[in-house]
């Protein structure tokens, strides 16, 4: 029986991935380094930001020290925060299908994102009362597509329930193959949508193309899998 739901969150909750592009290019750009929008998304979409610098460094075959990629990703923080700042980045219908899975199970954030990040936009749309755990990027030894972040959202909602929880009792909502392999290799079933990526490219139990096919029926369609 499926007790629980762990979203991903850029690209599925909130349409951040633009701005994450624009402030990672940014921030590059005042260092004298390109970076382009179609390498973003075809490489680096599911790293969090450390690694993304990490990766990079190792594109550009040079040797970025840990204080200058803790640098970039101070820099880049700050970006993005003013760039956030030009409206609401909610997916259409993201707040209500949030809202209507709150209202029937317990839910969870496992995200490559700042938890002040995930924070910020939480608190502005009026969704953090919803979601009885966070899990960040400083959460997690790794990130995805290892397992470690959707374990720890498994974790953190048993003891939010107080009682056990195991993976394959959890839905996790994702909108790329790094976040989908992470959620399986943690057991859990998984839905995919396809905000960012087409249906083609998308390995799931189920693939659904609107927040609005977000229903408890269709999180319940894994109670006898």
């Not at 640098?71 to 700042?85: P, Q, S, T, Y």
Request: hydrophobic letters at 45%; proline letters at 4%.
């Amino acid at each position: 029986m499926i007790r629980a739901v762990v979203f991903d969150f850029d690209g599925v909750i909130a349409n951040s991935e633009p701005l994450h592009f624009r402030a990672f290019r940014d921030v590059l750009a005042e260092d004298g380094v390109d970076f382009r929008e179609d390498e973003y998304y075809a490489r680096y979409l599911g790293f969090d930001d450390v690694g993304v610098f990490r990766a990079l460094s190792r594109a550009r075959r040079e040797l970025w020290s840990d204080e200058r990629v803790a640098a970039l990703v101070d820099r880049k923080a700050a970006r993005l925060e003013a760039l956030e700042r030009g409206g609401s980045i909610l997916f259409p219908g993201a707040g209500e299908a949030v809202r209507r899975l709150a209202a029937e199970l317990p839910l969870a954030i496992a995200s490559g994102a700042l938890k002040a990040e995930i924070r910020r936009v939480l608190e502005a749309t009026g969704l953090s009362g919803c979601f009885n755990a966070v899990v960040a990027a400083e959460d997690t030894p790794a990130s995805k597509p290892a397992p470690d972040p959707y374990v720890r959202a498994v974790s953190m909602l048993a003891a939010a329930i107080d009682r056990p929880l195991k993976g394959d009792e959890c839905v996790a909502i994702e909108d790329s193959q790094w976040g989908l392999e992470s959620a399986r290799l943690a057991g859990l079933h998984t839905i995919a949508i396809t905000h960012t990526y087409p249906a083609s490219s998308l390995t799931a139990d189920l693939v659904i193309e609107s927040l609005d096919a977000l229903t408890p029926a269709a999180v319940r369609s894994f109670d006898h899998a």
